[in-house]
């Protein structure tokens, strides 16, 4: 009888122009892997096929697989990303996404349309999908001044129960600069449940960066980096309502958990904050 394996979990950088490899394979028999098994069609796909994003942004393709792949050790590799950019496979998260391939640009690589092909190949096999990644030049989408936030947001730390709510403000998009420059928010007051008001001790926020494109009309579920299946992944954290950061090119937003706004933990609605936020946002230029 044939063993069956699953691909484990990896997560690895690929340099530009470099070859990933992910040899995990992992055989829930727990016994030894027997000769790989494959059928003739390809075992993945991706999707979308196409993604148009601007530079500094960070592409989220899924890997979807579309055959089972048998006791094998294999390789991934990728070809034709822009200077600049780097990427990311993790595989073996589960139905119905089997993996995700993160491709980060950076606020220097140069617009354009770049066609990738995709491999996967063992000893014997190997399968390639295409994609396009379209590079548009970027324009700086944030707002300075004092804003009131009573966005839901669901925050999903390894499931159900570490589920945490909170408050998101509007996506922030940051463009390559000529000159070094800070990003700095305070939170200036805020109300919770019951109405009362927030004493501004010990309350924690967090910038994330977002690991999708295009970024969503308002923020109401992140996935934190400690899963396989993020969209989110933290940049800087502020303690006492006030975070100051150094601005690099991407796309962002601000994070308030409302367990740290509330004086009395209670049962909220999924999108239904009990607290409100009001928050400055300053960009300087620094030395």
């Not at 390789?75 to 073996?92: D, H, K, R, V, Y």
């Amino acid at each position: 009888m044939t063993k069956r394996a699953i691909i484990g979990i990896a997560l690895i950088t690929v340099a530009v122009g470099i070859a990933c490899r992910i040899s995990s394979v992992r055989d829930l028999t727990g016994g030894t892997t027997s000769t790989a098994e494959w059928r003739s069609e390809s075992p993945f796909r991706l999707a979308p096929n196409r993604l148009t994003l601007p530079m500094g942004a960070v592409a989220r393709f899924d890997v979807l697989r579309t055959e089972t792949l048998l006791n094998a050790s294999f390789e991934w590799s990728i070809e034709g990303l822009p200077s600049g950019a780097s990427a990311e496979f993790s595989t073996g998260i589960g139905y119905p996404v089997d993996g995700v391939l993160l491709i980060r640009t950076s606020g220097t690589s140069p617009p354009g349309i770049y066609p990738l092909g995709v491999t996967l190949s063992s000893d014997e096999h190997t399968w390639s999908e295409e994609i396009t990644l379209e590079l548009t030049p970027c324009q700086e989408m944030v707002q300075t001044g004092t804003f009131v936030t009573q966005t839901g947001v669901a925050q999903l730390a390894g499931g159900p129960s570490t589920l945490v709510y909170g408050n998101g403000s509007y996506v922030m998009v940051f463009c390559a600069s000529t000159t070094a420059r800070r990003l700095t928010v305070r939170v200036q007051s805020a109300t919770n449940q019951q109405g009362e008001p927030w004493t501004g001790t010990d309350a924690a926020l967090t910038l994330f960066r977002l690991l999708d494109w295009p970024p969503p009309d308002a923020i109401t579920e992140i996935v934190t980096e400690n899963r396989d299946d993020r969209n989110v992944e933290s940049v800087a954290t502020g303690d006492d309502g006030i975070l100051s950061w150094d601005i690099t090119p991407g796309v962002f937003f601000i994070y308030f958990p409302q367990h740290q706004f509330r004086e009395t933990p209670s049962e909220i609605a999924r999108f239904s904050p009990a607290i409100s936020v009001t928050y400055h946002i300053d960009v300087e230029s620094t030395p």
